[in-house]
C-alpha cells in the first residue's frame, strides 16, 4: 500500500526547505560582503576578507543547487524503476 505522504517524501520536501534557506543565506552573505568592499583599495584590510567571503559564498550556493539537482536525478531515476 502506498500512502500519500510518505517518509521519503517528507524527507524531501525537509531537504527542499534546508536547501533553500542556506541559499538565501549564502545570498544574503554575499550582499554583505560587497557592503564591506572599499573599491578604491579592493585588495587591502577588509575588503580582501569580502571578496573571501563573496567567493566562499558563491561556492556554497553551487554546491547547495548541484546537491538538489543530484537529488532530483536521484528521485526521478527512482521513479522509473
Not at 23 to 30: E, K, P, R, T
Request: hydrophobic share 55%; with cysteine; net charge positive.
Amino acid at each position: 500500500m502506498r500512502f500519500p505522504y510518505s517518509f521519503k517524501t517528507k524527507f524531501n520536501l525537509h531537504m527542499k526547505l534546508f536547501t533553500n534557506i542556506l541559499v538565501i543565506l549564502a545570498l544574503g552573505l554575499i550582499v554583505f560582503n560587497i557592503t564591506l568592499l572599499d573599491f578604491e583599495h579592493p585588495l587591502q584590510g577588509n575588503s580582501m576578507v569580502a571578496f573571501i567571503g563573496i567567493a566562499a559564498s558563491i561556492c556554497a550556493v553551487l554546491i547547495l543547487l548541484i546537491f538538489r539537482m543530484s537529488k532530483n536525478i536521484e528521485e526521478k531515476m527512482n521513479d522509473k524503476f
